[in-house]
C-alpha cells in the first residue's frame, strides 16, 4: 500500500525556466494538498484540489504558480519563470475522501540557480 | 484567516524527561488539531490528532490535550528517547468546511534529547 508519491525528489532550475513538480496520492484518497516549507520555517498552504477541481487556492502566489489535479495521472504544481524565492521544499499530502487526516510525500526540494 | 503560534520554538531535554509543546490558536471553527514531527530532509509524520469533541488523547508516550475554551492545544511527552528528536509542528483546521481544511501550521519547536 503505497503512501503519497512525489516526483521528481530534487530539481534544480536556472532562473527563468519552468518546474514541474508530480504528487500521486495514496490509493482510494480523492483530495490533493500543496505545501511549502522554506529552508528552516515551517509549512505554508498554498493549494487544494480535488479530481478535476480546484477547492481553494487561497494561499497560492497570483502570478507564475498553477496546479491542477487531472481526471488521470498525478496532480502537479507548475512553477513557470522560477525565481531564486521558489528555492523551498514542497510537498504534497493527501487525504481520504472523509477529509480529514492529511499524509504527506516526501516532497520535492527545489533549487534556483 | 487562521492563525496558529507555537511555543518554544526549542526545547532541550535529557533522556527519560517529558516534553511539553503548546499551541494557540484564533478561529474559533477550528475543530480538528493534529500533530506532526519532521526529521531532517523527511516528510511530516502525523503522529496523534485529536478532534473538538474530546479533551485529550493519548497513545503510548504520547498525549494531546486540547482546551477549546482558551483556544489552546499541548503535546506531551513522556520518558523522551534519543530518537524523539526531531521538529515537531501544531496545526489547526476545519475539515467539515471545505473551504477550511487546509491545514495552518504553527512555526515548530525543535526538540533535542540529550542521552
Known amino acids: 500500500n503505497a503512501g503519497v508519491m512525489q516526483n521528481p525528489r530534487h530539481l534544480v532550475r536556472r532562473r527563468g525556466q519552468e518546474a514541474r513538480l508530480r504528487c500521486s496520492p495514496m490509493?482510494?484518497?480523492?483530495?490533493v494538498y500543496w505545501y511549502r516549507q522554506l529552508p528552516e520555517e515551517g509549512l505554508k498552504f498554498m493549494v487544494y484540489l480535488q479530481k478535476e477541481n480546484i477547492i481553494d487556492e487561497s494561499g497560492m502566489p497570483k502570478e507564475r504558480f498553477s496546479a491542477e489535479f487531472p481526471k488521470e495521472g498525478p496532480s502537479i504544481l507548475r512553477i513557470q519563470q522560477v525565481v531564486r524565492g521558489d528555492s523551498a521544499a514542497y510537498f504534497c499530502?493527501?487525504?481520504?475522501?472523509?477529509?480529514?487526516?492529511?499524509?504527506f510525500g516526501p516532497g520535492t526540494r527545489l533549487t534556483v540557480l | 484567516g487562521e492563525n496558529v503560534e507555537q511555543h518554544p520554538s526549542t526545547l532541550s531535554v535529557q533522556e527519560g524527561d517529558s516534553a511539553v509543546i503548546k499551541c494557540t490558536y484564533s478561529?474559533?471553527?477550528?475543530?480538528?488539531f493534529p500533530w506532526y514531527k519532521q526529521e531532517l530532509g523527511k516528510r511530516p509524520q502525523l503522529i496523534i490528532d485529536i478532534r473538538s469533541n474530546v479533551g485529550e488523547k493519548k497513545d503510548q508516550r504520547i498525549a494531546v490535550t486540547l482546551n477549546k475554551t482558551a483556544k489552546h492545544f499541548s503535546l506531551h511527552i513522556t520518558e523522551t528517547q534519543p530518537e524523539d528528536s526531531a521538529v515537531y509542528f501544531c496545526?489547526?483546521?476545519?475539515?467539515?468546511?471545505?473551504?477550511?481544511?487546509?491545514?495552518?501550521f504553527g512555526s515548530g519547536t525543535r526538540l533535542q534529547v540529550q542521552p
Open positions: 478561529d474559533s471553527a477550528s475543530n480538528y
Open positions: 490509493k482510494g484518497h480523492s483530495h
Open positions: 496545526a489547526a483546521s476545519n475539515p467539515l468546511d471545505t473551504g477550511r481544511r487546509a491545514l495552518t
Open positions: 499530502a493527501s487525504s481520504p475522501p472523509t477529509g480529514i487526516e492529511q499524509f
